[in-house]
């Protein structure tokens, strides 16, 4: 289980929540930035034990959160359904109800609309500004995202939505590939409702073809790659087919998802490249409007929440393209990125003091 918080547990964590501070600096949002979680493994459990664990879990963490100092919100392994335990017991903790001390949560007590679809959404908004850039589109493209999770899944809604044709998609044993375009009124059912494998996606497609592993899905040709399962899926093999076969841009919806050796393949064939830590801060973004909205005490539209995340990855994208220009890397959206966060954090901390 992974969560957003600003207390580290292992080296891991202090590299992951390192990371966390400059993509949540990017965002403009007054945030900070951390990572943390456990060791436990929910695969097998049932709902009651990972109830009991979440709720011993935040009987200690609840000491060292709330609204106003640490903001944990969900990750791999720690969706609705735990953030919802965990908001349970620390309200039990407080006896008080303070919407702001998690995000993610249900949309009954305090969650924001749109927080679900935002990391998915994000990166496709951020895509599609890189694209724009060079008179190219969604439009009419070949896309293969990795994941069948709620960044998979959202990618692939978006990237429908502005004509994108998905042929392929994965979970931890394998992936699908459709050539007539993904159908992700199946894969939502399969994954969000029936918590199934997506190999059952062929027991209702025949058409479609199932393969077991993960790697093979980069061999599929494609003009567009969002890889948004986990870190490092993308490795040098990888990247050299999908530069082979053609891929015009690669968009990384989940953490650090291509290896140092892949990003150098793609910058080096001049494929348009665009990083974690700007194009999956959908989320995060997200999570500082619900924090807003709890503050606020009122809740806004989808359309609302949608309008300003697009507005977000916007600024991002050009804050981040601005860095490259005048550190001498024009259009290096890696150098770029980490530049603008890190001269956001460091401006800020040299404003107060370096306390």
Known sequence: MVYAFTLPLTEHY?????????????????????????DFDPKGKSDTEIMRFTQSF????????????????????????????????????????????????GIGYGGSLGRKEATGYGTVYFVNEML?????????STVVVSGSGNVS?????????????VVACSDSNGYVYDQDGINLDTVKRLKEVEGKRIKEYITE??????????????????????????????GMIAAKILVSNGVKAVGEGANMP???????????????????????????????????????????????????LQGIMKNIYRDSMKAADEYD???????GSNIAGFVKVADAMIAQGVV
């Not at 490249?273 to 619900?290: I, M, Q």
């Open 58 to 105: 935040m009987s200690e963490l609840g000491k060292y959160i709330g609204p106003d100092v640490d903001v944990p919100a969900g990750d791999i392994g720690v969706g609705a359904r735990e953030i919802g335990f965990m908001f349970g017991q620390y309200k039990k903790m407080r006896g008080a109800f303070e919407a702001g001390v998690l995000t993610g949560k």
């Open 329 to 335: 890397a024009p259009g290096n959206l890696v150098v």
């Open 153 to 165: 899944i959202y990618a692939m809604e978006k990237a429908m939505e502005l004509g994108a044709k």
């Open 205 to 234: 497609h025949s058409h479609a073809h199932y393969f077991e592993g993960c790697e093979g899905i980069w061999s599929i040709p494609c003009d567009i790659a969002l890889p948004c399962a986990t870190q490092n899926e993308i």
């Open 132 to 140: 724009k850039d060079k008179g190219l589109s969604f439009q009419g």
């Open 258 to 308: 291509s290896t140092l050796e892949a990003i150098d393949i793609f910058l080096g064939n001049n494929i348009l490249f665009a990083p974690a830590k700007a194009a999956n801060a959908g989320g995060v973004s997200v999570s500082a409007l619900e924090m807003a909205q709890n503050s606020m005490r009122l809740s806004w539209s989808l359309e609302e929440v949608d309008e300003k």
């Open 14 to 38: 202090k590299f992951l929540g390192f990371e966390q501070i400059f993509k949540n600096a990017l965002t403009g949002q007054p945030i900070g930035g951390g990572k943390g979680g456990s």
